[in-house]
């Protein structure tokens, strides 16, 4: 059965970094674009950034641009999401998902002093 799971995410200040991880298990990995979306509560999932096959990153965001960058590691059967200067706006659940319709559990990054 695949699995996505994700990790990396915590508290952190303003104009700080973070990275997150999503291992994929059972999961044809290298041929999978792995997108990372983010939701806060009473909003919609929004998609973020996408890591494509050929490990070239897609930002879907305009608010991210220029801050986020996916990529992933093939060897490991990991996703990143490489997220620099972040403003509590970035606060939110961060999720990777895997067509057709496979999800991570989620990993929370919240953005404060």
């Known amino acids: 059965q695949v699995r996505l799971v994700e990790s990396g995410g915590g508290l952190v200040q303003p104009g700080g970094s973070l990275r997150l991880s999503c291992k994929a298990r059972?999961?044809?990995?290298?041929?999978?674009?792995i997108t990372w979306y983010r939701q806060t509560a009473g909003k919609e999932r929004e998609q973020v950034a996408t890591?494509?096959?050929?490990?070239?990153?897609?930002v879907h965001t305009d608010s991210v641009k220029g801050r986020f960058t996916a990529f992933r590691d093939n060897a490991r059967n990991t996703a990143y999401l490489q997220m620099n200067n972040l403003k509590p706006e970035d606060t939110a659940v961060y999720y990777c998902?895997?067509?057709?319709?496979?999800w991570g559990q989620g990993t929370q990054v919240t953005v404060s002093s």
């Open positions: 890591a494509t096959t050929f490990n070239t990153s897609i």
């Open positions: 059972d999961l044809v990995f290298d041929m999978s674009a």
């Open positions: 998902f895997a067509r057709p319709t496979f």
